[in-house]
């Protein structure tokens, strides 16, 4: 019998750096968990290329079933660009979110002092729609968005719909009711009249339910030039799927590179995903070199949204301490990593995060 009060919740280090960063940050969920008394049952399960060694498939069904068990899970980068081009070899990712219905991909940036951010004071949150768009791996129930009718034209369908846009929005509505009260949707409906017109449609029908939140709007390519002139104006933004992946990997230029893009995959309320912006690095795996900030921010996202969720108060303050504690291992040039501007590895940041836990 499952305790309800026991967290239970899932591994899967994915491939390449994530071997690195995905147990520094279960190690520094442990500990935080252990000091404020929060009970979890972590389940390690194969993905990726190790399992598609060891199981015959980069997404093996026990895996998928177990998940099904679980109210969250860490997963690690996955390099599925370099798998072999078997049937057995898919890239788990779209599968995950589609079978779990999460559609929402909230993306935090924020500036740190001495790491190298382009901007002091940033501090914003890209909510991009994760089941829908252009992406052709995600926008069918079967078959692909893209085909090729000739071997001179390529289409690409883009999908948008109204659930898809106004459960998004609602998201990112109420999150900008829990910060600082703005929500700024990015669209391109002046060319794309029916698709982002659609999602900007979505965005207007709900603001008039959130009158605590200031609600504007501004057109894609102006918000990339505004991201970089004056991301300090943006709160909560929410926008379409592709254009939500390229914008939330600009913003993490601002504020350090990839290594500083946490991601938390959200849905409807049942279960939460833990997944860090970048790739799998396969060019630093195994050097020890990984910035483990993006992973275990994620981690921590999860755990607090888990614990809002869940009614687990523990939890929550679980999470607020390892935020705490991450923050001022940032702020330790020994202990970060050399991408941001620092002279330790992923061994001495997980050291100062977990030193800075038990002080």
């Known amino acids: 019998m499952h305790n309800a009060s026991t967290l239970r919740i899932g591994i899967l280090d994915g491939d390449d750096i994530g071997h690195e960063i995905v147990p520094a940050s279960v190690e520094i969920s442990r500990a935080a968990a252990e000091l404020h008394g929060v009970a979890i049952d972590w389940r390690p399960l194969p993905i990726g290329r190790v399992a598609l060694d060891t199981h015959g498939h980069t997404l093996p069904p026990e895996t998928l079933e177990t998940l099904k068990t679980l109210d969250g899970w860490i997963l690690g980068p996955i390099g599925h660009r370099a798998y072999p081009k078997v049937p057995e070899a898919i890239n788990p990712h779209p599968i995950l979110r589609k079978q779990f219905n999460l559609f929402a991909n909230v993306r935090p940036t924020r500036s740190y002092p001495g790491i190298g951010c382009l901007h002091d004071n940033v501090d914003l949150v890209i909510v991009r729609e994760n089941n ?39 998201a990112a509505f109420e999150l900008a009711r829990q910060r600082r009260k703005h929500l700024t949707y990015v669209h391109k409906d002046t060319v794309f009249k029916l698709g982002c017109g659609m999602f900007v449609e979505e965005c207007k029908k709900l603001a008039p339910e959130y009158p605590d939140v200031l609600v504007d709007d501004v057109i894609v390519d102006t918000f990339a030039m505004r991201l970089v002139r004056d991301p300090q104006t943006f709160d909560v933004v929410v926008t379409t799927n592709m ?23 959200i849905g409807d309320g049942d279960v939460a995903m833990a997944q860090a912006t970048h790739g799998s690095a396969p060019d630093i795996a195994g050097k020890g070199i990984a910035n483990p900030y993006a992973m275990m921010e994620s981690a921590r996202m999860m755990l607090d949204w888990l614990g809002h969720s869940r009614g687990n108060e523990g939890a929550v303050r679980m999470a607020a301490s390892m935020s705490r504690a991450i923050t001022e291992a940032l702020g330790d040039a020994a202990a970060r990593t050399g991408d941001i501007r620092g002279k330790g590895n992923t061994a001495t940041f997980t050291a100062a995060v977990l030193r800075n836990l038990r002080k």
Do not use: H, K, W, Y
């Open 132 to 170: 829908e768009g252009f992406q052709p791996d995600r926008n069918m129930f079967m078959g692909s968005g893209e085909f090729r009718p000739t071997d001179e034209v390529t289409l690409s369908v883009r999908v948008i719909t109204r659930t898809g846009s106004r459960r998004v929005a609602r």
């Open 243 to 265: 254009f939500g992946d390229i914008l939330s990997d600009e913003a993490a230029g601002l504020v350090g590179g990839l290594g500083m893009a946490p991601g938390l995959c």
